[in-house]
């Protein structure tokens, strides 16, 4: 697994990790939650890269790559940066699986920057988002302690977080969740993209500080992507409501799948990364030989 850079338009130094494959034509392309990192799909890397090559991005702000300085955390420059990244490949195409707002960004590529993959994967996130659900997520962030004694404390913290996640997951994801800064640990995940990405006077507890006024564009992105595509949801999650789901794989996708990771809530990568690792693998396996 190979730790890269490359800049993004507006000059900032964005990482991600890069498993080669002989492969020269394909390449899977993963796309992290809020907070999450590369790292997050560590697991589905290693099983995908049996047949592909694979990038797994840091997101600006989130992982290795820099905070922005200007604070320009969005959806759209999100969609930016990942656009400037995919013309820095070889690659003709692609296999896109997003978690939450990595799904959310791939739809606004599909829809501002005329982008197609071959198949698009959309774990845990919608158009439309579970109110209660998107709160407990701005919650957690906002109150995510800045400094933490060691790796020892922020796993125990991820795991009162993350409750349904297998602990060696929960492990990994602290081992690479805090960055040495001004001498003391801190969580790689700028604080401040929690408040780009939500009104901090808000206290309506709904999702409509998220969503709006993305929604109906991503409802509309959905409707274009002629890919076969999948929407995979936790059993239990707090964001993606089952009507949602069904709306969109069988409503607005063109050639649209539903699928349920049992025994997990919204991180699904991390909660049954077992069952999650090879609903993915097999669905890219099919639609390679359709």
């Known amino acids: 697994m190979q730790s890269r850079y490359y800049q993004a338009d507006d000059g900032l130094n964005l990482h991600y990790l890069y498993l080669p494959h002989d492969n ?9 939650g809020f907070t999450n990192d590369a790292h997050i799909f560590d697991g589905l890397s290693t099983r995908l890269n049996h047949h592909y090559p694979v990038i797994s991005v840091d997101f600006r702000g989130h992982g290795d790559s820099d905070w922005d300085p200007n604070e320009t955390y969005s959806h759209s420059q999100l969609a930016i940066d990942v656009m400037a990244l995919i013309r820095t490949q070889p690659f ?60 020892a404390s922020f796993r125990q913290y991820l795991a009162n977080i993350y409750v349904f996640a297998e602990p060696e997951r929960v ?29 901090p006077e808000s206290n309506n507890g709904n999702a409509s500080d998220l969503k709006a006024p993305l929604n109906e564009e991503l409802w509309d992105a959905l409707s274009k992507i ?35 990771v049992s025994r997990a809530g919204h991180a699904v990568m991390v909660d049954n990364p077992a069952e999650f690792e090879e609903k993915v693998s097999t669905f890219i396996k099919k639609t390679a030989h359709s």
């Not at 999650?237 to 063109?254: D, F, H, N, Q, V």
């Open 171 to 199: 492990q990994k994801m602290a081992e690479h969740g805090l960055k040495w800064h001004n001498e003391q640990w801190i969580p790689k995940t700028d604080p401040a993209f929690s408040t780009a990405l939500w009104n």
């Open 226 to 260: 002629q890919c076969p595509s999948l929407i995979l949801r936790g059993q239990a999650s707090a964001i993606l409501g089952r009507k949602t789901a069904e709306k969109m794989a069988y409503e607005t996708l063109p050639t649209g799948e539903l699928d349920t």
């Open 92 to 151: 003709k195409k692609w296999h896109i699986i997003g978690h939450s707002l990595g799904a959310r960004v791939a739809m606004l590529m599909i829809a501002r920057h005329q982008f197609q993959p071959i198949s698009f994967i959309c774990a845990d996130t919608g158009p439309d988002v579970r109110a209660a659900g998107v709160k407990k997520v701005r919650q957690d962030a906002e109150n995510t302690p800045r400094f933490f004694a060691d790796q």
């Open 24 to 32: 020269s034509e394909t390449c899977c392309l993963l796309l992290h």
